[in-house]
């Protein structure tokens, strides 16, 4: 997490999940904490 804050990302916090956007880039990035069980993309 530090690292993308290093590189100019802004972070938020929804529930477990941290959002990092930044200005330029247009994925946004939303890392979970280990275990978390996440839904799969289609």
Do not use: D, T, W
């Not at 529930?15 to 939303?30: A, K, P």
């Amino acid at each position: 997490m530090h690292l993308l804050q290093r590189l100019g990302f802004q972070m938020r916090v929804r529930g477990s999940h941290h959002v990092f956007y930044c200005e330029g880039v247009e994925e946004i990035l939303n890392l979970q904490p280990r275990g978390a069980s996440a839904k799969p993309f289609r």
